[in-house]
């Protein structure tokens, strides 16, 4: 049988999106960091100089002693660190990813080894380095630093709309998708802002003069323009997505909306101490105001990279391969043999396996992305039923391609692993309220009153024996739906959960 | 699904290979620089040891060291993730934590490298606990790595091991297979700081003895070590002696033992090529034994190539810019200290 699953599973009890964040957010809020930081030293250098503003020079020294201490240490290394945890939690992505764009990050590597040289040499050269040459040199980072920018985004990009690529499988067609140019203004525009909050927070621990006002403005104008340029951008970066993609993704889950909305009041947060404590109260920028604004800056960040990966869910690469792994290309054959003898890597444990190929990705059992309260006090029948059908529920989820024997297997283990006792015992409910309880479980997942796959149409104003015929015929009305498997007290109380909303009752 | 196949190699196999173990060879000169470095300048017999001018010099270019190595480290990791991704990651995988642990101890080395070489004279004392963590971190990273690597080599230990533990805390539980691996290693880079040492110190005689002294005992150390290391290979040993890698093992002990009769003429440059090419057999001979170990398992040969070659030809491009960038910037550098140093005098 042809190994198509070639990798183990870290089974970690942190959740892999977390531990992905944790990695990736800080990575980027530094590497952007050291773009702008770039740019922003040799023009503040160049205006310091036709002034002769010693002052100025001065700040700027210590900035560049800041600027490599976090960006060729810590940035370059956060960076090296993304390699490390995508080769653990995602091996099969980062293969299809490097197997693509080998060259592309080889040709990252040259930019970067020009773009540290210059670092060193430019920090270290204040003293020792002509004016000139210290300025070309500071040119030099900044353009071999965009340009590491220029390469990286067309594969962060192409995660999400691999575009032509998925026909064509040609290097170009995958490099200069549909985001590309978007993307690549947008973080341009993160890089100028960065540049202006990394700049204000050193500037800040400057004691009240005419320099720091003169200083925090001049750094707060990069902010704001850097986050004018993003903001607007954002707009046309969203623009670009294209529509089958963000339709499925907005539809399924209410995460990119949350995403953007932390966004706009993370924006609104920056430019609101930018403009008062930057433009109109500058002597007043103290190191917690710069501490608070690069926490705004963070989050911010975060929020952008939530909104990315959640609009990318089900799929690690858009219509490729999905976040758990499975490749769209073999679907075929794990439907006809399922995935276990396609597995390279199996521990004598079928269930576990399963779980952790499907489903351990994105959910733990009690942690991040529980099951458990999902599961707890179903059945094997109902968890089953979710498998087949998890594709449909809410939540943008891959489908399950495996066998039903293997559907029956994963059942089993996650049934194995949840609490048994009745749903009225474990949330200690009864009559509407239980039921409701039993809607949420048994229904919820695939159907949300006023929200995703709305059904209420359909479901309120029946009476007690149309009901009692839909819970029988359940499995016969759509293709995904499961048998309703829980028992008469379930029944009893979901109808009248179901009765009391035709009176007037909230869903 | 009619979806584009990612199992193939963007360019002949013979191309990545070259690539990969050229880095690969530079990545461990700056690393021998870095590791036997911080070695000879703790352990090296200098009177005054923080005052020395040599040493001071090296601890001012520890940082700088630690950047070369990391960078020319990346491409390296890049050319093997594209050959070797399934036994790496897989590797990786069920070393998972003390794998992503490498990175966090790198930075903590990295920042204990700038706290030395920022070091003023009222703080010299603390170099010596600096470098020492330092050296903790490399022991620590370089440890990992051999596991990790001895381990990618092994895919049957993999899934032993994978059977019985799925959380990422399993080093290679086969110490014996690479310890002498690791050691190897480690002594080689103290005999090619010893080199480093010298080289920097040439007109320094206490630090140009200390170079020497770890140079010549460090090479006589590893060599052994190596030859230890030889015999651990058990089954693949036959193979081996049969193997090209055979030749490469002969002209890296003679070109290591050529560097070490130019170094004691003085004659630091053929000394430093011989050394370089010595190095450049090493890592040849690694891939031999990689390929000895995986045969009838793997065979990176079977991949499809299917090469781009304009998006090679813009690498190799870069690649030129790259070279020519970091010369003009040093040229840049170089000729503005000269002309300082001109004002200075006139």
Redesign the interface.
């Known amino acids: 049988m042809e190994i198509t699953l070639?990798?183990?599973?870290?089974?970690?009890?942190i959740g892999y999106g977390v531990l992905m964040a944790i990695f990736a957010v800080t990575h980027v809020f530094v590497s952007h960091f050291a773009i702008g930081g770039g740019l922003y030293l040799v023009v503040a250098e160049t205006a310091a100089r036709r002034k002769n503003d010693t002052e100025r020079l001065n700040f700027l020294q210590q900035l560049s002693k800041f600027f490599v201490?976090v960006t060729?240490?810590?940035g370059?290394?956060?960076g090296?660190?993304i390699?490390?945890?995508i080769?653990?939690l995602n091996?099969a992505g980062?293969?299809?990813l490097?197997?693509?764009f080998?060259?592309?990050?080889?040709?990252e590597?040259?930019?970067?080894?020009?773009e540290?040289?210059?670092a060193?040499?430019y920090f270290y050269?204040w003293q020792?380095?002509?004016a000139r040459?210290?300025l070309?040199?500071g040119w030099?980072y900044f353009i071999?630093a965009w340009l590491s920018l220029f390469i990286i985004n067309g594969i962060v990009t192409f995660m999400l709309t691999p575009g032509k690529?998925?026909e064509?499988?040609n290097?170009?067609d995958s490099f200069f998708n549909p985001t590309f140019w978007s993307s690549l203004v947008l973080r341009t525009g993160i890089c100028l802002m960065l540049a202006g909050l990394y700049a204000l927070l050193v500037a800040s621990r400057y004691k009240a003069s005419d320099f720091k006002r003169r200083l925090v403005r001049y750094n707060a104008v990069w902010g704001i323009v850097g986050l004018v340029i993003t903001m607007l951008s954002f707009l046309w970066y969203v623009g670009a997505i294209p529509d089958t993609i963000m339709t499925a993704a907005i539809d399924k889950m209410p995460t990119p909306i949350l995403s953007i909305r932390a966004m706009y009041v993370y924006s609104g947060g920056i430019a609101t101490f930018l403009i008062l404590f930057g433009l109109i109260l500058p002597r007043a920028y103290h190191t917690v105001i710069g501490i608070g604004v690069m926490i705004l800056g963070l989050a911010w960040f975060g929020s952008f990279e939530w909104f990315r990966e959640s609009v990318r869910k089900p799929y690690v690469i858009y219509g490729?391969m999905y976040a758990n792994g499975i490749?769209?290309?073999h679907?075929?054959l794990y439907q006809r043999d399922g995935y276990l003898p396609h597995m390279?890597?199996?521990?004598?444990d079928d269930g576990a396996d399963l779980f952790?190929r499907s489903c351990r990705s994105c959910h733990t059992m009690s942690g991040y992305h529980p099951l458990r309260p999902i599961f707890d006090g179903t059945d094997k029948e109902f968890i089953a039923g979710m498998i087949k059908g998890v594709h449909v529920a809410k939540g943008n989820m891959p489908q399950f391609l495996g066998t039903e024997g293997e559907v029956r297997i994963l059942a089993a283990y996650l049934y194995n692993k949840v609490d048994h006792r009745h749903l009225s015992k474990i949330y200690s409910l009864s009559g509407a309220a239980l039921g409701r309880k039993v809607y949420d479980i048994r229904c919820g997942p695939c159907h949300i009153f006023g929200g995703f796959n709305d059904k209420s149409a359909s479901l309120i104003g029946l009476n007690d024996q149309e009901y009692n015929d839909m819970l029988n015929i359940a499995d016969d009305l759509g293709e995904e739906m499961p048998a309703f498997t829980g028992d008469e007290v379930e029944r009893k109380a979901l109808i009248e959960y179901l009765t009391s909303l035709s009176k007037g009752g909230t869903p | 699904m009619n979806l584009p196949d990612y199992n193939f190699l963007p360019a002949p196999l013979w191309v990545i290979t070259v690539l990969h173990l050229v880095t690969l060879m530079l990545h461990f000169a700056a690393m021998n620089f870095l590791v036997g470095g911080v070695i000879v300048i703790l352990f090296g017999k200098f009177k005054n040891r923080w005052n020395d001018p040599t040493a001071q010099k090296f601890i001012k270019l520890f940082p700088i060291a630690m950047m070369a190595t990391i960078t020319l480290g990346i491409a390296p990791l890049l050319f093997l993730q594209l050959v070797y991704p399934r036994q790496a990651y897989a590797a990786a995988i069920v070393s998972g934590w003390f794998w992503l642990l490498i990175v966090v101890v790198a930075i903590i080395v990295y920042y204990f490298l700038y706290a030395a070489s920022f070091s003023q004279d009222s703080s010299r004392r603390w170099i010596a606990l600096y470098l020492s963590v330092a050296l903790v971190g490399f022991v620590y990273i370089s440890y990992v790595y051999s596991s990790t690597f001895s381990l990618a080599e092994r895919p049957d230990l993999v899934k032993l091991i994978y059977t019985h533990t799925q959380s990422g805390f399993t080093l290679n539980p086969d110490v014996g297979s690479y310890i002498l691996r690791w050691l190897h290693m480690i002594l080689g880079a103290i005999t090619v700081g010893g080199f480093f040492v010298g080289l920097l110190g040439m007109n320094n005689p206490q630090a140009y003895n200390v170079g020497k002294q770890f140079f010549l005992n460090g090479m006589i150390v590893t060599m052994l070590v190596g030859l230890g290391y030889l015999f651990t290979l058990d089954e693949i040993l036959l193979s081996f002696m049969r193997s090209p890698a055979v030749w490469f093992l002969m002209v890296s002990i003679a070109m290591s033992l050529g560097a070490l009769r130019f170094f004691f003429t003085r004659r630091f440059a053929v000394s430093g090529i011989m050394l370089l090419v010595s190095l450049l057999g090493m890592v040849t001979i690694r891939h031999y034994v990689r390929l000895l170990h995986l045969e009838g398992v793997y065979d990176p040969a079977a991949y499809a190539i299917k090469p781009q070659w304009s998006v090679f030809a813009l690498f190799l491009n870069c690649f030129v810019i790259a070279i020519v960038a970091v010369w003009y910037m040093l040229r840049l550098n170089h000729h503005s200290i000269d002309a300082a140093h001109d004002r200075l005098e006139s």
Do not use: Q
Not at chain 1, 102 to 107: E, L
Not at chain 1, 344 to 348: E, L
């Open positions: 070639n990798y183990p599973f870290w089974d970690v009890g201490l060729v240490v810590f370059a290394l956060t090296v660190s390699w490390f945890v080769g653990l091996p980062t293969e299809v490097i197997h693509n080998v060259w592309g990050w080889a040709i590597w040259t930019f970067f080894i020009i540290l040289c210059a060193i040499l050269g020792k380095i002509s040459n210290h070309t040199i030099i071999a690529w998925i064509t499988g290097f170009w490729y490749d769209i290309a679907a075929d390279a890597f199996r521990t004598g952790r």
